[in-house]
């Protein structure tokens, strides 16, 4: 079993950065995919980033590409979320979520382990 915990939410202004962090306990996350999910009030949770469990593959849905940028640092059993040129539209409850293997999925479901989500709150 994987236990994650996001940290480095907060607030910021729009067009400012911020970095999440995911830092896995109990098992390394090595054999495992890795994807970043958020969800906004009143929407439901969506897809917005992973990468493989080699870091050679990555996927960033439409909304985020050019701004955040995913990796990985399997040796700290962690995975950052480098958010730039942040939105109102971003802001959310931001989770990690681990998927065993090498294959990267956008659907939720696919996904075992769930930390417990930090907040993003982007000003205008």
């Known amino acids: 079993q994987v236990q994650l915990v996001e940290s480095g939410g907060g607030l910021v202004q729009a067009g400012g950065s911020l970095r999440l962090s995911c830092a896995a306990s109990?098992?390394?996350?090595?054999?495992?995919?890795i994807g970043w999910f958020r969800q906004a009030p009143g929407k439901d949770r969506e897809f917005v980033t992973a990468?493989?469990?080699?870091?050679?593959?990555?996927y960033y849905e439409d909304f985020v590409k050019g701004r955040f940028t995913i990796s990985r640092d399997n040796a700290k059993n962690t995975v950052y979320l480098q958010m730039n040129s942040l939105k109102p539209e971003d802001t959310a409850v931001y989770y990690c979520?681990?998927?065993?293997?090498?294959?990267?999925?956008?659907?939720?479901?696919?996904?075992?382990?769930w930390g417990q989500g930090t907040q993003v709150t982007v000003s205008s």
């Open positions: 979520a681990a998927r065993l293997g090498d294959i990267i999925r956008t659907s939720r479901s696919q996904y075992n382990y």
């Open positions: 109990k098992r390394t996350i090595s054999s495992y995919t």
């Open positions: 990468s493989s469990w080699s870091g050679g593959r990555t």
